[in-house]
């Protein structure tokens, strides 16, 4: 089992940056790859990025390319998203999710989740 537990969600105004964690306890999660999806009420939950444990590779959402980076801190267990030059459309819940097999662009590719944090953009 793994247990994901994020952190660092809340409220800014458009323009502003935020930093969402990701803290993984419990099986080796060097095994896995992290990913960071967002849903808003009636979507369905979407790819925000990934970041592969063994590799430091990366992947972005078009939506965010340039304006978030996902990072991991090995030592800590952590996984980061920070997020820069926010907008309205930004806004959902987000949630950390760890996979090991099947599509890292998919839901179905991630076999355990966290509780997802609220961030939320004004304009």
């Known amino acids: 089992q793994v247990q994901l537990v994020e952190s660092g969600g809340g409220s800014v105004q458009a323009g502003g940056s935020l930093r969402l964690s990701c803290a993984a306890s419990?099986?080796?999660?060097?095994?896995?790859?992290m990913g960071w999806f967002r849903q808003v009420p009636g979507k369905e939950r979407e790819i925000v990025a990934v970041i592969s444990w063994a590799g430091s590779s990366t992947y972005y959402a078009d939506s965010v390319k340039g304006r978030f980076t996902i990072s991991g801190d090995n030592s800590k267990n952590t996984v980061y998203l920070q997020m820069n030059s926010l907008k309205p459309e930004d806004t959902a819940v987000y949630y950390c999710?760890?996979?090991?097999?099947?599509?890292?662009?998919?839901?179905?590719?991630?076999?355990?989740w966290g509780q997802g944090t609220q961030v939320t953009v004004s304009s």
């Open positions: 419990g099986r080796t999660i060097g095994a896995y790859w």
């Open positions: 999710a760890a996979g090991r097999s099947g599509s890292v662009y998919s839901t179905s590719g991630y076999e355990y």
